[in-house]
């Protein structure tokens, strides 16, 4: 375990407590990817090394952490998009995505008997998550046109709701180890069929979000 670190006042504590709340967010997220999701709060301190005192002034709440986590694992789900599109070609840029957003949706899952009462109270706001993972979906599939690499027929829309239904279906079954081979088959049914090569701009429907 690592050494306790301190959120004492001054510079160093101030990077102190920076280094901290990075601790506990890494700590929880782990913790709910592996599906504990009801580990108490004073076993994450632990695998933060960090004393339950810290823990408590970064979230005051179970919710606070949870919320926390979930709006980080969001965020770092959706920029990632843009650094693999300057990396790869899109398609390969997509299933790579795609593998991440896997680690996203089971950190979710060990969350969600905290995040749904939260979100039905108002006590934790409710994440504008299907608008932002579409966006970044019809980032991959216009870069893909673009570059002849992925169809340019099929709703963002659509593609959303395979993609979720994937992990829906693999988690009511119990079968884990098909999440890659059904977002393989998933990605197959994005590419052109062979011999032929996407327009360059995509003719899918958009859906509008209010």
Do not use: C
């Amino acid at each position: 375990m690592p050494p306790l670190l301190s959120d004492a006042p001054g510079p160093h504590g101030r990077s102190d407590a920076r280094r901290n709340r990075e601790r506990l967010l890494s700590a929880a997220r782990e913790a709910f990817a592996s599906g504990d999701g009801a580990v108490p709060l004073e076993a994450l301190a632990r695998r933060a090394g960090v004393g339950i005192g810290t823990l408590y002034r970064h979230f005051p709440t179970r919710e606070a952490l949870v919320d926390a986590v979930y709006a980080s694992e969001l965020d770092e789900v959706t920029t990632t998009a843009t650094k693999l599109l300057r990396r790869h070609p899109a398609d390969v840029a997509m299933r790579a995505w795609m593998d991440r957003y896997a680690q996203f949706m089971s950190a979710k899952r060990g969350m969600l008997d905290t995040l749904r009462p939260g979100w039905a109270a108002g006590t934790i706001a409710t994440p504008d998550t299907r608008a932002r993972i579409t966006e970044v979906v019809s980032t991959f599939l216009d870069a893909g046109a673009e570059q002849g690499l992925l169809r340019d027929d099929i709703p963002v829309d659509d593609v959303t709701t395979a993609l979720a239904g994937v992990f829906l279906a693999t988690t009511a079954l119990g079968h884990p180890d098909k999440v890659g081979p059904l977002l393989d088959l998933l990605m197959a049914g994005l590419r052109p069929e062979p011999g032929k090569r996407a327009r360059t701009t995509r003719t899918g429907a958009r859906p509008e979000f209010t």
